[in-house]
C-alpha cells in the first residue's frame, strides 16, 4: 500500500481535472494580450485586482500585505486584494466556469505552476501568452533560460510570469545533530541511529512529493535524460526497486515508527518546533533566518543540502482565460518582476526569497 501511495502522486496532475467540452474564452480579457503596454497601463489605472495565491508562508503574506499592496496603489492606484487559495480547488473552480460558458470569472492573477499548470494548459483554463508584453520580463529576464520556458517540463509559453525561485534544503537543530548527513546513505544511518527524529510530509504534500523526487533522481545519479524524457509509468514501476528499498528500510526508525506521517510541511515544522523531531525541511534556503528570528525555530537552527544537489522551483504567477481585469492583472505581474519589488522580496525581515531577476537590462 505505501509503495502504491507514494507512485500515484508522481502521477500527479495527469488526471487532477476531467477534459472540457466547452472551448468557450474571454474575447473581451484575450483582446488585452495584444494592445500595446501604454494602453494596458492605462486601462489598469484605478481598477481593482484579486491575487489568488498560496497563503502557506507568513513571510510571503508579510510581502504582499505590507509591501507589494500599498507598492501597486501608490505606483499604479490599483487596489491589489490577496485571496488564499488552494490551487487545485481553484483549478476545478475554473472548469466548472468554463464548462458552464462564464465570460468573466473572479480571479484575476493565479499562482500556479507544477502539474497544476500542466493540467490548467491542457485543459485550457488559461488566457494565454502575455509575457513578452511586461516591460520588466523584456528588461530583467532570460526569456530563454529553462526557469522561464519550462514549468516541471511543460513548456510556458509566455502563458507565465515568473515571480521567484527556491531551493529544496533541510533544516536541523546543531544542539541534536552534530554533523549533518552528507548523502542518502548517511542520511539513512543517522534515522537509525536516532530512532523517532526524522520524518518527512506524505506524499500528496508538495513538499514530500519533492523530497521522494529527490531521492528518485539520485538513484539515477541526477541523469539530465531521466529529468527530462517524458513519464513513463512502466519504467518508474520496473527501475526504481533501490528507492522502495531505501524507504522501507528506515520506516520503522522514523517518527511514529513511520506508521504515520505530517500532512504538510507546516505541520511538520510544528513537529520540529516543539522538538518532537531533529529536522525539517522545504523549499526557500532563506525561510529558516526570519523564523528564528520570530521563535518558531530555535536558535540553534542551521540548514543543510545532500552532496548529490537539490531541486530547485520556479514558482509563476498567469491569467484564468476568464480574468475580469488582465489589464490590471499584466501590471501587478510587471511591478514584481521590477528590481525594487524583487530586492524588497530578499529581505530576510519579511520572506527572504532568492531574486530571479537572471541579466540587466
Not at 502504491?4 to 474575447?27: K, W
Not at 546543531?174 to 541511529?193: F, H, S
Not at 545519479?221 to 528506515?250: C, I, Q, V
Amino acid at each position: 500500500m505505501r509503495k502504491r501511495a507514494v507512485l500515484s502522486f508522481f502521477l500527479a496532475g495527469t488526471s487532477l481535472l476531467a477534459a472540457c467540452s466547452n472551448n468557450g474564452g474571454n474575447e473581451e480579457a484575450e483582446a488585452w494580450l495584444e494592445e500595446d503596454w501604454e494602453s494596458i497601463n492605462a486601462e489598469a489605472d484605478g481598477t481593482d485586482v484579486r491575487m489568488f495565491m498560496w497563503g502557506g508562508d507568513e513571510g510571503l503574506n508579510q510581502y504582499m500585505d505590507e509591501y507589494v499592496i500599498p507598492a501597486v496603489q501608490e505606483e499604479h492606484n490599483i487596489d491589489l486584494e490577496r485571496v488564499p487559495i488552494d490551487t487545485e480547488e481553484s483549478l476545478q473552480r475554473l472548469l466548472t466556469e468554463k464548462d458552464a460558458g462564464g465570460q468573466e470569472g473572479t480571479m484575476d492573477i493565479l499562482w500556479l505552476n507544477g502539474e497544476n499548470f500542466r493540467s490548467a494548459k491542457e485543459n485550457e483554463l488559461l488566457l494565454g501568452s502575455f509575457t513578452e508584453k511586461l516591460p520588466h520580463f523584456n528588461d530583467y529576464i532570460d526569456a530563454d533560460s529553462p526557469e522561464t520556458t519550462l514549468d516541471f517540463g511543460t513548456p510556458t509559453e509566455g502563458m507565465e510570469s515568473p515571480l521567484g525561485k527556491v531551493q529544496f534544503t533541510f533544516i536541523y537543530d546543531t544542539e541534536k545533530v552534530d554533523q549533518p548527513p552528507a548523502t542518502w546513505e548517511e542520511l539513512n544511518q543517522w534515522a537509525a541511529d536516532n530512532p523517532g527524529e526524522f520524518t518527512y510530509p506524505e506524499a500528496a504534500d508538495f513538499t514530500g512529493n519533492a523530497f521522494l523526487r529527490q531521492l528518485l533522481y539520485d538513484q539515477y545519479e541526477n541523469d539530465p535524460a531521466f529529468a527530462s524524457e517524458a513519464f513513463n509509468e512502466e519504467a518508474l514501476e520496473a527501475d526504481t526497486g533501490p528507492m522502495w528499498d531505501y524507504l522501507n528500510e528506515w520506516e520503522s526508525s522514523l517518527w511514529r515508527e513511520g506508521q504515520t506521517y505530517p500532512a504538510s510541511v507546516e505541520e511538520l515544522d510544528r513537529l520540529y518546533s516543539r522538538g518532537e523531531v531533529s529536522m525539517t525541511m522545504g523549499y526557500n534556503e532563506a525561510r529558516a533566518e526570519s523564523l528564528i528570528r520570530d521563535g518558531t525555530f530555535p536558535e540553534t537552527t542551521d540548514t543543510f543540502m545532500l552532496d548529490s544537489g537539490s531541486i530547485g522551483n520556479t514558482h509563476f504567477l498567469t491569467m484564468p482565460f476568464n480574468a475580469g481585469n488582465p489589464a490590471g492583472a499584466m501590471v501587478v505581474m510587471d511591478f514584481l518582476l521590477s528590481p525594487e519589488a524583487q530586492i524588497e522580496k530578499m529581505n530576510p525581515d519579511g520572506w527572504g526569497r532568492v531574486l530571479f531577476l537572471t541579466r540587466s537590462a
